[in-house]
T-cell receptor
């Protein structure tokens, strides 16, 4: 089966600019996750969707980050305005149901804010 | 609060030697624990989970509730085991929380 697809793979922007990342989960996977991984750290969950509803967004910096999952399939994560500390890899992942099921990760979108 | 601690950022062993990657967790209930692995230029992927009690690629991990640990072990390391390893936990909030990761290097 096709894996989790993400784009763009790499992005360099200046601080205060905006950026958007796109994710297409594995077909049939109801749960979609966005993780932020800063260099040298483990992935940190930003937001978790179950179909098109938000299950958890407690660690999403809502003043600058937003995410949506229209029609319960694809998802976009937006950052506006970006800060230097947003430089990280943004990982999208999906699973069939609850988080206890195997979670499949995409290759990640590498963001550098200068 | 759920927390996962991997005390070693780097671990280097020789091929054929035993490997143990440490993981300690903090959670008051009964957690689900996992090890994820990321090989060079590959995606992060599940290696094993404690409820399966299985051995994957020669690796095993036992949940020790008394010591709140879930160490990953392999009796004889192979060069292809070199990778980044993450311990992760799911608690009551049904969200997967990762540790900081341990970079394992197997020397020939």
């Amino acid at each position: 089966e096709a894996g989790v697809a993400q784009s763009p793979r790499y992005k360099i922007i200046e601080k205060r600019q905006s950026v958007a990342f796109w994710c297409n989960p594995i077909s049939g996977h109801a749960t979609l996750y966005w993780y932020q991984q800063i260099l040298g750290q483990g992935p940190k969950l930003l937001i978790q969707f179950q179909n098109n509803g938000v299950v958890d967004d407690s660690q999403l910096p809502k003043d600058r980050f937003s995410a949506e999952r229209l029609k319960g399939v694809d998802s976009t994560l937006k950052i506006q305005p970006a800060k230097l500390e947003d430089s990280a890899v943004y990982l999208c992942a999906s699973s069939r149901g609850r988080a206890g099921n195997t979670i499949y990760f995409g290759e990640g979108s590498w963001l550098t804010v200068v | 609060a759920q927390r996962v601690t991997q005390p070693e950022k780097l671990l280097s062993v020789f091929k054929g030697a035993p490997v143990e990657l440490k993981c300690n967790y903090s959670y008051s209930g009964s957690p689900e624990l996992f090890w994820y692995v990321q090989y060079s230029r590959q995606r992060l992927q599940l290696l094993l989970r404690h409820i399966s009690r299985e051995s994957i690629k020669g690796f095993t991990a036992d949940l020790n509730k008394g010591e709140t640990s879930f160490h990953l072990k392999k009796p004889f390391a192979q060069e292809e085991d070199s990778a980044m390893y993450y311990c992760a936990l799911i608690g009551g909030a049904q969200k997967l929380v990762f540790g900081q990761g341990t970079r394992l290097t197997i020397n020939p």
